[in-house]
């Protein structure tokens, strides 16, 4: 797959995710927006990051998610990763590193 066309599956995925959310929090919800970045996060945003990557990356390998469809395009069990700034995993063992990288950063940014 070219770069250009994962971008745009990305963008597509981001936009209607977005969406999704936006209509969900307009409902009462109260769904958090992916700290995509760590340059200007606080602690507690660093700290949520790595409970995202954790929490996500153990339910990828629990419920066997497919990362890639037919076309070997990514799943959104794939893309959602990428939504937090993550790498896309392409396989198991790229979700367990994410589950170990995930894991260290809430270790690391644990509310006192």
Same mark, same amino acid.
């Given at each position: 797959?070219?770069?250009?066309?994962?971008?745009?599956? &990305?963008?597509?995925?981001?936009?209607?995710?977005?969406?999704?959310?936006?209509?969900?929090?307009?409902?009462?919800?109260?769904? $958090?927006? =992916?700290?995509?970045?760590?340059?200007?996060?606080?602690?507690?945003?660093?700290?949520? $990051?790595?409970?995202?990557?954790?929490?996500?990356?153990? +339910?990828?390998?629990? +419920?066997?998610? =497919?990362?890639?469809?037919?076309?070997?395009? @990514?799943? @959104?069990?794939?893309?959602?990763?990428?939504?937090?700034? &993550? =790498?896309?995993? +392409?396989? +198991?063992?790229?979700?367990?590193?994410?589950?170990?990288?995930?894991?260290?950063?809430?270790? $690391?940014?644990? @509310?006192?």
């Amino acid at each position: 797959m070219k770069v250009r066309d994962a971008a745009k599956i &990305f963008e597509k995925y981001d936009r209607k995710t977005t969406e999704k959310m936006a209509e969900h929090n307009r409902g009462g919800g109260s769904v $958090r927006k =992916p700290v995509r970045s760590t340059k200007n996060a606080s602690t507690a945003d660093k700290f949520d $990051r790595g409970n995202f990557a954790y929490r996500k990356a153990s +339910q990828a390998l629990t +419920q066997s998610h =497919p990362l890639k469809n037919d076309k070997g395009e @990514p799943t @959104p069990a794939a893309l959602q990763f990428k939504r937090w700034g &993550f =790498p896309v995993p +392409q396989n +198991q063992d790229d979700l367990r590193k994410l589950k170990a990288l995930g894991a260290r950063l809430k270790e $690391r940014y644990k @509310p006192k």
